[in-house]
């Protein structure tokens, strides 16, 4: 059997299948942030191991090996697919905890498949851990393996980290089976959040609806027969990216020769502003349009000087909500067009797809201001991405209050995406803004972006897992 000091459990893998022409399947790695964090974690265990799905629905393939790490595919069916991922976790949990911008939908056949998923990647995750082992659970889709694992493994340390926002109170008490949900978090014995708000979020329900205290961040679990009392920690880890390696990108001078082809291929504009966000209804991309095409309107904004470019990366395709905000995002930026392009210069540049890292990085690099305007966002990476690709300290970043990287990144123009107005003030100051206080700005920001790091995030986590959960230090 084998038996690994760390084990991660996230819904995906890191990794995409390939169909090679031979009709057999390649794996290639997907390094997202998560995976770049865990690499260098990895690099100081014995042996590491990840457990999620491969991405497509039936038969799992076997346990392979990927970058150093083993990965143990976990089997969702059709039908998983459908309640446990695209009904529970993302139209029930995805909106509730987005503050409900949509309409959570529940069905009871929904919270089945999730509590059943959940209990097959807990079952999958306790046969790999060795005796002792670290295993840290990744979101929303996964809230209930922390206890599961427990009860199966009470030998393990156990961490979770939510990537999203945790609701207040309020809007979390709807969630039907919120305590089952509650109780399947304090399993762990480390909860993180990406703000301190979300921490407090928590600690809240739990007071409410559990009835547990706590104590600052943590919280007394009672023991349940001769199961002793247990601390439960739960508190803010900022998620970072990779700065280091955006760094080294953003300083290759091919990057910065495709920034300025991209520029030249765009009819030299004046400024070029930019959007880039998965095709969701929480990143405020209507709001965005909206804000735009008004100032197209006013005429404050000269659609011969100055473009937007919004690169919208495909996004849950099957659930009700995204076809429709994808129908309506097209509508907007298509009658923006129709009434502000001149032949062969459109006055809103749109994709609809996925860029490479090094296509973003460009993109970046061209941008005079980056727009995010999140109405709901657990942090928005992009707005540190934007941050760390712009080593020449120029570019402007508009942030919306509702991103948790606003908690960081002070220095930018910090706005309340709602308010139309207020957003279309904000984009015509960072339009304007002298190339002197660009240079403050952005150094502020890359101070705080570089000096907290994706891999400083995972240590820390991880750091504090290791003394959290002593089961002795709890007063009986
Ligand atoms: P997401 O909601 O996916 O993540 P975000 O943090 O912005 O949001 O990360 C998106 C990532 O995808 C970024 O690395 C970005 O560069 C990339 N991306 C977006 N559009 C792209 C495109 N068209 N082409 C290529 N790449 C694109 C969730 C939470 C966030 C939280 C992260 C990490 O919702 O709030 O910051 O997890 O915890």
């Known amino acids: 059997m084998p038996a690994h000091d760390l084990v991660v459990v996230a819904n995906r893998l890191p990794v995409d299948a390939h169909l090679r022409e031979d009709g057999s399947v390649e794996w290639e790695p997907s390094p997202g942030g998560l995976v770049t964090a865990m690499e260098s974690v990895m690099r100081n265990v014995d042996s590491g191991a990840w457990v999620g799905w491969a991405g497509s629905p039936g038969e799992a393939p076997d346990p392979f090996e990927a970058d150093g790490m083993q990965l143990y595919p976990v089997m969702l069916s059709a039908e998983d697919v459908a309640r446990y991922y695209e009904g529970f976790s993302n139209a029930t949990l995805w909106p509730l ?5 949509a309409d959570p939908e529940f069905h009871r056949t929904w919270w089945d498949a999730y509590r059943e998923v959940n209990e097959r990647f807990a079952k999958a995750a306790a046969a790999v851990a060795a005796p002792g082992a670290t295993v840290w659970v990744h979101d929303y889709q996964l809230q209930l393996v922390p206890s599961l694992l427990r009860d199966a493994r009470p030998d393990l340390r156990i961490g979770f980290f ?11 008490a709807q969630l039907p089976k ?19 708000r979300d921490a407090l979020n928590f600690l809240t329900s739990v007071r409410q609806l559990l009835g547990y205290t706590h104590h600052q961040h943590e919280i007394t679990v009672p023991g349940i027969g ?36 991209l520029r030249h291929e765009l009819g030299d504009p004046r400024k070029v502003v930019v959007g880039v966000d998965r095709l969701d209804y929480t990143k405020g991309i209507r709001h965005r349009l909206k804000a735009w095409g008004e100032l197209l309107n006013d005429g404050a904004i000269d659609p011969d000087e100055v473009l937007m470019v919004q690169v919208a990366t495909p996004s849950r395709e099957r659930v009700d909500a995204y ?8 509508l907007t930026v ?10 062969g210069r459109p006055a809103i540049s749109y994709l ?9 990085t460009a993109l970046y690099q061209a941008a005079d201001v980056v727009l995010v305007t999140a109405l709901r966002d657990g942090m928005n990476l992009v707005a540190k991405e934007y941050v760390a690709s712009r080593p ?25 995406p709602h308010d139309i107005d207020e957003l279309k003030t904000a984009i015509l100051r960072a339009l304007a803004m002298p190339e002197e206080e660009q240079r403050a700005a952005m150094q502020s920001l890359r101070r705080q972006v570089l000096d907290n790091d994706v891999q400083g995030w995972a240590h820390a986590f991880l750091g504090e897992l290791e003394s959290a959960g002593r089961a002795q230090d709890v007063p009986t």
């Open 97 to 101: 905890y987005h503050d409900v911008i």
């Open 162 to 172: 939510d990537h999203i926002p945790f609701p207040p109170f309020e809007l979390f």
């Open 178 to 196: 919120r305590n089952q949900v509650l109780r399947g978090l304090l399993g762990a014995d480390l909860i993180g959040f990406q703000r301190e």
């Open 226 to 261: 001769s199961a002793p009392a247990r601390v439960v920690t739960a508190k803010a880890f900022p998620i970072s990216i990779d700065s280091h390696a955006v760094g080294e990108m953003a300083e290759d001078p091919e990057i910065q020769e495709a920034a300025r082809t």
């Open 323 to 330: 076809r429709q905000l994808r129908d309506e995002v097209e």
């Open 334 to 343: 298509g009658r923006i067009n129709g009434d502000f392009a001149s032949i």
């Open 352 to 360: 609809h797809r996925s860029l490479d890292r090094r296509a973003m």
């Open 392 to 416: 020449d300290e120029l570019g402007v970043l508009v942030l919306s209050e509702f991103a948790g990287a606003a908690d960081e990144l002070r220095a930018a123009i910090l706005v309340n």
